[in-house]
């Protein structure tokens, strides 16, 4: 039997409907606490040109926020049912079983759960990162460098627990403008309302394409591990 090749890279479309992507982008044109876009080490226009704006922890934007974090939960679920060892291999994770007794969690466990079983276990590990909204001008921004979402940055290490990467397209009035994966040589085209979920690590190496004839809004975060002490306690 032949092998099923996975590049580990999801599209889920219509995760939020037009009318909320339009309200979000018009939100953000308003704002006047938009900053130059950073990569790891500052403002690089030359490596990134954008207008950022993060919105989590901001009173203003909560309801955004949790909007956002519904739709990109929803698209999470997903993610794990079609690969399942995204929560299980890095954790010996442990569920009650029928009997009442703790059994290993396997994915022909999860598959068999119902979403509302399986939610609060996806909690368990993993967490939502920071919101940031992208506004990438026509013709002449976007994010060339080809980059990974995980780096030795922080004392914290909150870098090195990014798991997954997220991006979820607010407007598609553009050509080009494409996500772009170097090793899985894969062009994911924006189509409002529609979620890309993949891996943050080196092995999904992407960059942002310039967007042509139209600007370019996004928002974009990641899927992070919940901290040691969160999930085994003070030792």
Known sequence: MPAVAHDFIEVYPDLLDRAHCAAL???????????PGR???????????????????HDAWRDA???????????????????????IAPLMLETPGEDGKNHRLT????????????????QTVLRPGAINLQHYSADRGGYPYWHCELYP?????????????????????????????????????????????????FTHTHRGNRPKGGDKIIA????????????????
């Open 220 to 235: 974009t975060s990641w899927i992070l591990f919940q901290r040691a002490e969160q999930l085994f306690g003070s030792r």
């Open 39 to 57: 990569v790891g080490g500052g403002v690089m226009p030359e490596l990134k040109d954008s207008h950022d704006l993060t919105i989590s922890g």
């Open 65 to 87: 926020e949790e909007l956002l974090n519904r739709a990109v939960f929803q698209g999470l679920v997903a993610y794990l049912r079609r690969y399942p060892h995204t929560l």
């Open 153 to 201: 940055r922080d004392p914290r290490a909150e870098t090195l627990h990014r798991h997954l990467l997220w991006t979820l397209y607010l407007n598609d009035d553009f050509a080009e403008g494409e996500t772009e994966f170097l090793y899985q040589q894969r062009k994911v085209a924006p189509c409002a309302g529609s979620l890309l979920i993949a891996p943050a690590a």
């Open 25 to 35: 982008i018009a939100r953000f044109a308003d704002s006047a606490d938009t900053v």
């Open 107 to 122: 994915p022909e466990r999860l598959a068999a759960m119902d979403d509302a079983t399986l939610a609060p276990i996806v």
